[in-house]
T-cell receptor
Framework: GNSVTQMEGPVTLSEEAFLTINCTYT??????LFWYVQYPGEGLQLLLK?????DKGSNKGFEATYRKETTSFHLEKGSVQVSDSAVYFC????????????FGTGTSLTVIP | GAVVSQHPSWVICKSGTSVKIECRSL??????MFWYRQFPKQSLMLMAT?????????EQGVEKDKFLINHASLTLSTLTVTSAHPEDSSFYIC???????????FGPGTRLTVT
């Protein structure tokens, strides 16, 4: 089946530290992979995506590379800011399952000054 | 970019009453809309998928008579929680997808509190 396993949090980092949030997946078809961010009290916002193997999604200093060989899509940022504090969700979608999204459990990130 | 709105953003209702939540795609036609439920500090749980003009498909364990979904137009879907109980209190999020596009666009969510 389709599923996403995401690194458990919470994660607390100092400002300007390096961030990695691990995400691995299982999929029956050819998935597209996504990272969404949820700020307190708000809905989900698309952070970045990759639709095929070896694609790199990037946005606002965040990056993730679609690794088919390791079935991973780890989120990285070289220097986090206080404003990056949020919950991050890894997700996949496979067209042949009606575009249903499968979400990881979310990783809470707190960045302290 | 594509914008999805939800109304209301929060609602408090008494046990036994019904409450309707609207989800609108503001600048694109949403052939498919999804409704999710999110408990505190947990991930999103897909409740149902609705296609414009047809009946919604509910996920296993979701009561279709309790959570009524209507997708009457290409820009509007509604979720009605009937005979609400305190255990229905949650954060409800919708998302919308346009035909031919893989990406889903999420609404800001509606916080429902049943007293």
């Amino acid at each position: 089946g389709n599923s996403v396993t995401q690194m458990e949090g919470p994660v607390t980092l100092s400002e300007e530290a390096f961030l990695t949030i691990n995400c691995t997946y299982t999929a029956t078809g050819y998935p597209s992979l996504f990272w969404y961010v949820q700020y307190p009290g708000e809905g989900l916002q698309l952070l970045l995506k990759a639709t095929k193997a070896d694609d790199k999604g990037s946005n606002k200093g965040f990056e993730a590379t679609y690794r088919k060989e390791t079935t991973s899509f780890h989120l990285e940022k070289g220097s986090v800011q206080v404003s990056d504090s949020a919950v991050y969700f890894c997700a996949l979608s496979v067209i042949n399952t009606g575009n249903q999204f499968y979400f990881g459990t979310g990783t809470s990130l707190t960045v302290i000054p | 970019g594509a914008v999805v709105s939800q109304h209301p953003s929060w609602v408090i209702c008494k046990s036994g009453t019904s409450v309707k939540i609207e989800c609108r795609s503001l600048d694109f036609q949403a052939t498919t809309m999804f409704w999710y439920r999110q408990f505190p500090k947990q991930s999103l749980m897909l409740m149902a998928t609705s296609n414009e003009g047809s009946k919604a498909t509910y996920e296993q364990g979701v009561e279709k008579d309790k959570f009524l979904i209507n997708h009457a137009s290409l820009t509007l879907s509604t979720l009605t929680v009937t005979s609400a109980h305190p255990e229905d209190s949650s954060f409800y999020i919708c998302s919308a997808q346009s035909s031919g596009f893989h990406e889903q666009y999420f609404g800001p969510g509606t916080r429902l509190t049943v007293t």
